[in-house]
Structure formats: C-alpha cells, structure tokens
C-alpha cells in the first residue's frame, strides 16, 4: 500500500470529525500518543503504513452523525 496523498487524508480528517471521533480515541487504539495523531493530520508526521491502515479501518468501522435542525416551541 502506497502512503495517503494530503487530500485522503483532508478527507480522513473530516470523516474523523462527523463520526465524532476524538484523538485520545484514536491514538489509544493505535497505541501511539495523542499528539502523534495531531502532527499527522497536521502533515507534520508520518505513520508507519501498518498505522495508517489501522487508522482508516477504525475511522471506518465506526458510525456516522449528521447535525439536523429541530424547531423547538
């Protein structure tokens, strides 16, 4: 597997948010620190292939949220 291009990982990035995925989450399944996750989708660090694989597969696997208006009286 080829490393993510900056544009998979914007997209990464942003499915991590609407699933309400957090970084602690994130890095305590990976077993890498908080920060690490950071600096990656901050295009500062890069993950070894064998992580990033294991970080689509989780970002994946879980459910996404949509926010919706509601009128309230």
């Known amino acids: 597997m080829m490393s993510l291009t900056r544009n998979d990982k914007l997209n990464l990035f942003l499915q991590k948010k609407s699933k309400k995925i957090k970084n602690k989450e994130l890095a305590e399944s990976l077993d890498v620190s908080e920060s ?37 009286k």
């Open 36 to 72: 690490a996750i950071s600096r990656y989708f901050n295009f500062t660090l890069q993950l070894s292939e064998c992580k990033e694989q294991q970080l689509i597969e989780y970002i994946e696997s879980k459910p996404q949220y949509q926010y919706i208006k509601v009128r309230v």
